[in-house]
Antibody, heavy 119, light 107 residues
Framework: QVQLVQSGAEVKKPGASVKVSCKAS????????INWVRQATGQGLEWMGW????????GYAQKFQGRVTITRNTSISTAYMELSSLRSEDTAVYYC????????????WGQGTLVTVSS | DIQMTQSPSSVSASVGDRVTITCRAS??????LAWYQQKPGKAPKLLIY???SLQSGVPSRFSGSGSGTDFTLTISSLQPEDFATYYC?????????FGQGTKLEIK
């Protein structure tokens, strides 16, 4: 069965960077884009960016341009999202999600990774 | 960017009730709309895609309709496990924006 398993919770200081991993299994990793979505406590869902694991091509929301980088390691079917210059407002749960292009939907999601930014 | 607006932001209902949630896009998105359910501490779950198509495994009491800019999600007879937050998402163009969510609470 399709699974996306993310790395564990992180606590970071303001100005630092965080790198969250998302390991895919149960399907061909290079056949579906991976997207990243975040959710601050009690807030809605905010799309951050996407990556095509086959080509490595990426696209980012304007809000995160210059601060976010999505990469992958196809040999271990893992995607990564790195966010730099962290500030308190970046405290949130970060989700990876598989993107099913024909329908434009996120059909499978990781369990989420809580990133806390605090001095 | 396309803005998605849901209403109401919260709704109280009882088991067995019929509930409708509305989502409006800031510009036409044809039928490129999905609905998700999210329970506390869990990832969102895809319910409906292409505005009205039920994702595999989703109970038939969930239905979606609409096209262009106005969409609805209807739950025909609420079950205890349906109390959650619901989000719409436009799939017409990137960024694939979400609505702000509708929290469905027990009355």
């Amino acid at each position: 069965q399709v699974q996306l398993v993310q790395s564990g919770a992180e606590v970071k200081k303001p100005g630092a960077s965080v790198k969250v991993s998302c390991k895919a299994s149960g399907y061909t990793f290079t056949s579906y884009d991976i997207n990243w979505v975040r959710q601050a406590t009690g807030q809605g869902l905010e799309w951050m960016g996407w990556m095509n694991p086959n080509s490595g091509n990426t696209g980012y929301a304007q809000k995160f341009q210059g601060r976010v980088t999505i990469t992958r390691n196809t040999s271990i079917s893992t995607a990564y999202m790195e966010l730099s210059s962290l500030r308190s407002e970046d405290t949130a749960v970060y989700y990876c999600a598989r993107y099913y292009d024909p329908r434009g939907t996120f059909d499978y999601w990781g369990q989420g990774t809580l990133v806390t930014v605090s001095s | 960017d396309i803005q998605m607006t849901q209403s109401p932001s919260s709704v109280s209902a009882s088991v067995g009730d019929r509930v409708t949630i509305t989502c409006r896009a800031s510009q036409g998105i044809s039928s490129w709309l999905a609905w998700y359910q999210q329970k506390p501490g869990k990832a969102p779950k895809l319910l409906i895609y292409a505005a009205s198509s039920l994702q595999s495994g989703v109970p038939s009491r969930f239905s979606g309709s609409g096209s262009g800019t106005d969409f609805t999600l209807t739950i025909s007879s609420l079950q205890p496990e349906d109390f959650a937050t619901y989000y719409c998402q436009q799939a017409n163009s990137f960024p694939h924006s979400f609505g702000q969510g509708t929290k469905l609470e027990i009355k």
